[in-house]
């Protein structure tokens, strides 16, 4: 388990981390990792390099947005599945890995490849998803 310490283990890549924090369902992970993975039918999908460490359970977004900034390589966007991300429409945590510092904002799984690949290209600014959330906080797409 996690313990409040600083976050250690996570690659340095240029591929926005997908990372696990909650372990209570495998079924549900798995569930969650197949969608956030999945090509649309337009053959697009986000490239990520999922991280499933029971190290981290309970981790922040805080937490991990420092780590990831710390290594030597990583991407514009971090990705956290929570407890949340875990049903429904995997609403997958957003996290801003600029100096910004954005506050993070929700995904559905099936939109993330969209986030991931525009803020990763900076084809898009991050405002151009954060500002177009629906009422509960999750981005569901255009």
């Known amino acids: 388990m996690w313990s409040d310490g600083p976050v250690t283990g996570l690659p340095s890549t240029e591929a926005s981390l997908l990372v696990r924090t909650d372990f209570s369902d495998d079924a549900a992970w798995e569930r969650t990792k197949a969608a956030a993975l999945r090509e649309n039918d337009d053959g ?4 990520l390099h999922v991280v499933d460490d029971a190290s981290l359970v309970g981790a ?39 100096r910004a510092a954005r506050p993070p904002f929700r995904c559905v799984a099936s939109e993330l490849w969209g986030v991931d690949s525009n803020l990763n290209l900076a084809n898009m600014e991050w405002e151009d998803f954060s500002d177009n959330v629906e009422s509960d906080g999750v981005y569901r797409g255009y």
Request: glycine share 4%; net charge negative.
């Open 60 to 98: 922040t977004w805080q937490d991990l947005r420092g780590a990831v900034r710390a290594l030597d390589r990583q991407a514009s966007v971090l990705f956290i599945a929570d407890h949340d991300a875990l049903s429904g429409e995997h609403p997958i945590q957003v996290v801003d890995v600029s």
């Open 44 to 47: 697009f999908r986000a490239h």
